[in-house]
């Protein structure tokens, strides 16, 4: 069966420190992959998404950026955080052939 | 562009009572419709998806949602609710422009059960 894993579950960063959330699939081949941000009361906000390895792209423009090193890991990442960025993270995947998400656990990020 | 609106921020009710939740969409052609369940701290766990055919769609955990073209409605209804149903909901919209699929989220409705 399909496992979607995601790490840290919880993170504490300085302004302008680096940032890296891992976010790994099991038992599939070629997901979809994608990264959200979760907000209190506003919902879940796609940051990116890819289709294929080295194949990203960004739904809004802002301080994070994504890669997809391997087919079934996808990496959110930070050069220099800032206290916006707090936030919960959500990894997700989906089958070409099946529609709906599976979401990793979560990485709540708080930026001090 | 797609959207969904969930009206109640907030709901209440007695373990053992039905539970309706709303949800309302925004889309130029026929949707694909998702509603999630999210515990405290945890990621969103799919509860049941429309797609085409029968308007009234069976998910997990003994939830169901009624998909209502005319009223651009996708609530989610359940007869009787337990303590463990606490959680976020959240309804959403999908759409797959080519290679991917982007869904939309509404801001999603917490239940609160009381005995």
């Known amino acids: 069966s399909q496992t979607i894993h995601q790490w840290p579950a919880t993170l504490v960063q300085p302004v302008g420190s680096p940032l890296s959330l891992e976010c790994t699939v099991e038992?599939?081949?070629?997901?979809?992959l994608y990264w959200y941000r979760q907000a209190a009361g506003r919902g879940l906000q796609l940051l990116f998404y890819?289709?294929?390895?080295?194949?990203i792209s960004s739904e809004v423009p802002q301080n994070l950026s994504a890669s997809r090193p391997q087919d079934r890991q996808f990496i959110l990442s930070s050069k220099k955080l800032l206290l916006s960025d707090s936030g919960f993270y959500l990894c997700a995947w989906s089958a070409s052939d099946n529609y709906g998400y599976t979401f990793g656990s979560g990485t709540r990020l708080t930026v001090v | 562009a797609q959207s969904v609106t969930q009206p109640d921020i907030h709901i209440t009710v007695s373990e053992g009572a039905s539970l309706e939740l709303r949800c309302n969409y925004s889309y130029g052609a026929t949707p694909y419709l998702f509603w999630y369940v999210q515990s405290p701290g945890q990621g969103l766990q799919l509860l049941l998806k429309y797609f085409s055919g029968d308007t009234l769609v069976q998910g997990i955990k003994g939830f169901e949602a009624e998909f209502k073209r005319s009223q651009s409605s996708f609530n989610l209804r359940k007869p009787s609710v337990h303590w463990s149903d606490a959680a976020e909901y959240f309804c959403?919209?999908?759409?797959?422009?080519?290679?991917?699929?982007?869904?939309?989220f509404g801001t999603g409705t917490k239940l609160q059960v009381i005995p």
């Open positions: 038992g599939t081949s070629n997901p979809n």
């Open positions: 890819s289709v294929g390895i080295g194949q």
């Open positions: 959403a919209v999908g759409a797959f422009p080519g290679g991917y699929q982007k869904v939309t």
